[in-house]
């Protein structure tokens, strides 16, 4: 490979790479990615269960992983959506980053095999197993005004919760970021008008979340704005913290992409 | 508010500034007050953030935006929500048709994830937004999912998601009425290793009216401001 020499090169030779990244990420990576996991699949064995709690409809959960365990979300009903804020522990300006996951990612959409990002080019949450597929980064959680244009009075939701949970360890507004909610089926047309497709809405679904570093984790268990089953889509949820087993060397998330094999190599310097 | 303002006329504007190639600027836009920014060489992303003036925990969210106006594009009369779910402003004129803000801001961190360890070497908009955010009082934490002017980011149905060569062309604008007072935050993108830019970063120009009925008749003294050097 030759230096490049003039500007004009160097924006050529930038333009190549931009492709060729482009090219892996929307076509080698997705068919990399596994399958999603069975309903009845991924079982934890009794001896790796740390805690299991059950959060009501409309209420939230914070909880604390260390790197290397995991957490399995439950949507017992099928009719629950759980929106996901996180915070690094040792230094909670580092958070999740839902632009910076679907960028580097190349997709809006993640399923098993992805992973979600900190604002700090390192990965936060890998999505070790997932029944589902079907979770919205871009649309967020419901709020007070949400609410209220749904149902004509302000009812519990996403927004309060996080900002509650975020004052019981000292944080406030200044440090929400937008989130990302598991069994959230948005998609959107051509002309970028999303819609919800409840048909991808199953009871039991769950996806199980590892820790790639020490975290602070916000749950909250409140209808997605866009759903239509709203106000009936309000159930209970099921937290399970686990002790995962240790990614192996074809563990599919930490292989999926060439950015995504950076982003653990920085994530793993930290605890180097 | 419903009805679009007419077109400004350039010699009304109370301020007017270049904003060199790389570089950030911020300045408190009064209510009703219009904001234009000019891609003035073309295909140039221009990253912005939305604060209240009164209250700045209270800025500009993505998600909101969106959820509100229930599809993915920024475009004209796109009302910018606050994370308190207000209106801050709208856009009220638009010569280019499409802006993002999904796609976040580019930082020195992700582009190495991006693009290779090497490229953490190179400014980004997340150093811009920190250095003039530091003028307010104001920190990393306080940076959020932003607004990407001019650059383009189409979402597919199946998810896919790219940054695809700006469509805008020399001298494209887009106008920002606010409804309340902001303090609007700009980092003129640095970014060289994918298309946002052209991979070649240029300068933009920002012009500031006031409301049409607060016009003087007549040129206005055109107040002009170099940016503080890093």
Known sequence: ?272 | MATPLSIPDVSDAVYCHDIPAERPWSRILRQRQTLRIVDSEGQQAVDALLYCADDPAERYSSQDTLRVQGSAYVELGTRLISNKGRVMARVTADSCGRHDTSAGCCSCESNAVRFGEATKYQHACRENFILELSKHGLTKRDIVANLNFFMNVPIDPSGAFTVVDGISAPGNYVDVTADMDVLFVISNCPQVNNPCNGFNPTPIRVMIWDPPEMQRAGRADIQSQSSVPL
């Open chain 1, 1 to 272: 490979m030759t230096t490049p020499q003039t500007r004009q090169e160097i924006s050529e030779a930038n333009r190549r790479r931009y492709e060729e990244l482009r090219a892996a990420g929307q076509e080698l990576t997705p068919k990399g990615l596994p399958d999603a996991t069975p309903l009845n699949g991924a079982p934890i064995a009794p001896d790796k269960i740390i805690t299991r709690e059950q959060v009501p409809a409309g209420w939230y959960a914070t909880v604390r992983l260390r790197r290397g365990e995991a957490l399995r979300i439950v949507d017992d009903s099928g009719r629950a959506s759980i929106s996901l804020i996180g915070w690094r522990e040792e230094d909670t300006s580092e958070r999740i980053n839902c632009a910076d996951t679907v960028k580097v990612q190349w997709s809006a959409a993640i399923s098993k095999g992805r992973v979600l990002l900190s604002d700090m080019g390192r990965v936060l949450l890998s999505l070790v197993e997932d029944t589902s597929g079907a979770h919205d980064l871009l649309v967020g959680g419901s709020t007070p005004a949400s609410t209220r244009d749904a149902f004509g009075a302000t009812t519990r939701n996403t927004h309060e919760n996080f900002l509650a949970a975020a004052a019981k360890i000292g944080l406030g507004l200044r440090d929400i970021p937008p989130c990302v909610t598991f069994f959230a089926p948005v998609t959107l047309d051509a002309n970028g008008r999303f819609f919800w497709t409840a048909g991808r809405k199953r009871p039991g679904d769950f996806v199980d979340l590892r820790a790639e570093m020490n975290l602070v984790l916000v749950l909250s268990n409140c209808a997605h704005p866009l759903d239509t089953a709203r106000p009936a889509a309000a159930d209970p949820i099921t937290l399970i913290r686990h002790r995962a087993l240790p990614p192996g060397n074809d563990d599919p998330c930490r292989t999926s992409s060439p950015e995504i094999v950076r982003a653990y190599e920085f994530t793993d310097r930290l605890y180097a």
